[in-house]
């Protein structure tokens, strides 16, 4: 499994349209739960919590790739 960090570019493993198929940022992390920020359809800006096993890392914090 994964390890989700804050800073890193995640997407939700079951729900794909989620800020428009592009990955959102992890912001804190907490008791399991990913806080993370995305942009809604309608262009507004959210905030929301997941289990960080709902999340899959595309792009870690540094920059880096994870295959």
Do not use: R
């Not at 800073?7 to 399991?32: A, Q, Y």
């Amino acid at each position: 499994m994964q390890a989700v960090q804050v800073g890193d570019l995640v997407k939700h493993k079951t729900i794909s349209w989620m800020n428009s198929e592009k990955p959102f940022h992890v912001i804190k992390i907490e008791n399991g739960k990913a806080y993370c920020e995305y942009t809604g359809a309608n262009g507004v800006q959210y905030f929301h919590e997941f289990d960080v096993e709902q999340l899959l890392v595309v792009e870690e914090a540094g920059g880096l790739h994870k295959p």
